[in-house]
């Protein structure tokens, strides 16, 4: 079945404790990106990467790191978290964002509280 | 930055209501795509729209492109409680390389009472 993996679902730790959320598909996609979901926000990206070895920031990227060593796998690194990362967090694949608007594909999300 | 705003923000209606919600921007998009959302999962696309003027239809719901690239709208027609869910539009643009930003509205949440 082709799918967005995301771990942990539901996360919640303390301020400073380093953690990563992991992001795994399995359609081969060159896109990926994550995403945070906050009320009255809406989705806001936060990093994405359009191939392996490249990544970029998005619209909303301090706090966080990624990487993309290999092309099914995107973690998501928050080296110091802080409360105002508490959030939904989702991540995407998609064939490409190269030249079109293709669908993205989306992980069923990370909840995460930071307190 | 570009900014898609949905309307409204909350809508709740019996089943058999038939119902508009909107997706407008200041800003020309290459194409405009819909999403939906359910409680405990990702948004799931329903459609993409590239052409102004567009109108694509998905069952019960009908999707429209601006004539000049800017809004779209969803109908539904004789919602059901199956609808329910987050409703979000997301609009394209080419960016230099080639790249193309995707920008998501705050979505709106629809609620359909059996």
């Known amino acids: 079945e082709a799918q967005v993996t995301q771990n942990p679902r539901y996360l919640i730790t303390v301020t400073g404790k380093k953690l990563t959320v992991t992001c795994s598909q399995n359609?081969?996609?060159?896109?990926m990106s994550w995403y945070r979901q906050d009320p009255g926000l809406g989705l806001r990206q936060i990093y994405y990467?359009?191939?392996?070895?490249?990544?970029d920031k998005g619209d909303v990227p301090e706090g966080y790191k990624v990487s993309r060593k290999e092309k099914r796998n995107f973690p998501l690194i928050l080296e110091s978290p802080s409360p105002n990362q508490t959030s939904l967090y989702f991540c995407?694949?998609?064939?490409?964002?190269?030249?079109?608007?293709?669908?993205?594909?989306f992980g069923d999300g990370t909840r995460l509280s930071i307190l | 930055t570009q900014l898609l705003e949905q309307s409204p923000q909350f809508l709740s209606i019996q089943e058999g209501e038939n119902l508009t919600v909107y997706c407008n921007s200041s800003?020309?998009?290459?194409?405009l795509q819909w999403y939906r959302q359910e409680p405990g999962e990702g948004p799931v696309l329903l459609v993409t729209?590239?052409?102004?003027?567009e109108v694509k239809k998905l069952k019960r719901l009908t999707f429209q492109f601006g004539d000049a690239r800017k809004d779209s709208s969803l109908h539904i027609t004789a919602a059901q409680p199956g609808d329910t869910g987050l409703y979000l539009c997301?609009?394209?643009?080419?960016?230099?390389?080639?790249?193309?930003?995707?920008?998501f509205g705050i979505g709106t949440k629809l609620q359909v009472i059996p």
């Open positions: 800003s020309v998009f290459s194409s």
């Open positions: 359609m081969n996609h060159e896109y």
């Open positions: 997301a609009g394209g643009a080419a960016q230099s390389g080639g790249y193309q930003k995707v920008t």
């Open positions: 729209v590239v052409t102004g003027g």
């Open positions: 995407a694949s998609s064939p490409s964002l190269r030249y079109s608007n293709q669908p993205q594909h």
């Open positions: 990467s359009m191939n392996v070895e490249v990544t």
